[in-house]
Nanobody, 112 residues
């Protein structure tokens, strides 16, 4: 199983980024997938998840600003992040939580 994130970077407050996670080694379409993040000195927290049937759930801190989606034909999970704030700065991880599979993470820094 491999989960490979990309799309992180440095963005100004109010800006947008789209993270991608390419999955391999399992039947991607059959599993719920999640995005987590971990800021320096803080515990890892759930940002959003999406079920195999495309139901979504978000942390209160990102509701209305972030969107999670999946393209099963491409085995890819996305996180569209809009109206970014400095407090969104963290390493973002893609995960298949049912099997405790994690990507290596991608850094998102929101700063002017």
């Amino acid at each position: 199983v491999q989960l490979v994130e990309s799309g992180g970077g440095l963005v100004q407050p109010g800006g947008s980024l789209r993270l991608s996670c390419i999955a391999s080694g399992f039947t991607f379409s059959s599993y719920a997938m999640s995005w987590y993040r971990q800021a320096p000195g803080k515990e890892r927290e759930l940002v959003a998840d999406i079920t195999a049937r495309f139901s979504t759930k978000f942390a209160d801190s990102v509701k209305g600003r972030f969107a999670i989606s999946r393209d099963n034909a491409k085995n890819t999970l996305y996180l569209q992040m809009n109206s970014l704030k400095p407090e969104d700065t963290a390493v973002y991880y893609c995960a298949r939580p049912s099997y405790n599979n994690w990507g290596q993470g991608t850094q998102v820094t929101v700063s002017s």
